[in-house]
């Protein structure tokens, strides 16, 4: 599946390459089971192990606060480097999505309260008036 969206291919359009991309991170091959990254993307912290809880929240909601010691915490405990890629990757696409319907949803609620407003009569601009010396000297051409 080409990776630009074309307007006259459906299945090119943002919500289909988005859902490729979802089906790759979540249910592709990888080293952590699929079940795991998808909890990690729907951020079901309940349902994630104690050492991984404050690693998916703060990649969540804060990432740039991520430490090298919170990834080096995992490696400890037995997360492989690849199984922590993974997990990091998982928990931004569950974010972006997250970001991303919240974003669709302000656009349809101010979309739904602009349809339902009266039309606004349209509003009279003053012509703007010339100079003096800009017609004095249009008429004397």
Do not use: C
């Not at 090119?12 to 991170?25: D, G, I, K, Y």
């Not at 931004?92 to 349809?115: E, M, N, S, V, Y």
């Amino acid at each position: 599946m080409p990776l630009v969206p074309d307007p006259d291919n459906d299945d090119t359009a943002p919500e289909s390459l988005f859902a490729v991309l979802r089906h790759a991170v979540l249910d592709g091959p990888g080293s952590t089971p699929s079940r795991v990254r998808h909890v990690v993307a729907h951020a079901k912290l309940e349902e994630v192990s104690h050492e991984l809880r404050g690693y998916v929240d703060t990649m969540r909601e804060h990432a740039w606060r991520s430490t090298d010691e919170q990834v080096r915490d995992l490696l400890t405990v037995g997360w492989s480097e690849d199984q922590v890629y993974e997990l990091t990757v998982a928990v931004a696409l569950g974010a972006g999505q997250r970001r991303l319907d919240a974003g669709l949803a302000a656009i349809a609620r101010a979309q739904t309260r602009q349809a339902a407003a009266p039309a606004a009569p349209p509003r009279a601009v003053p012509a703007q008036a010339l100079p003096v010396a800009e017609v004095t000297r249009h008429a004397a051409a």
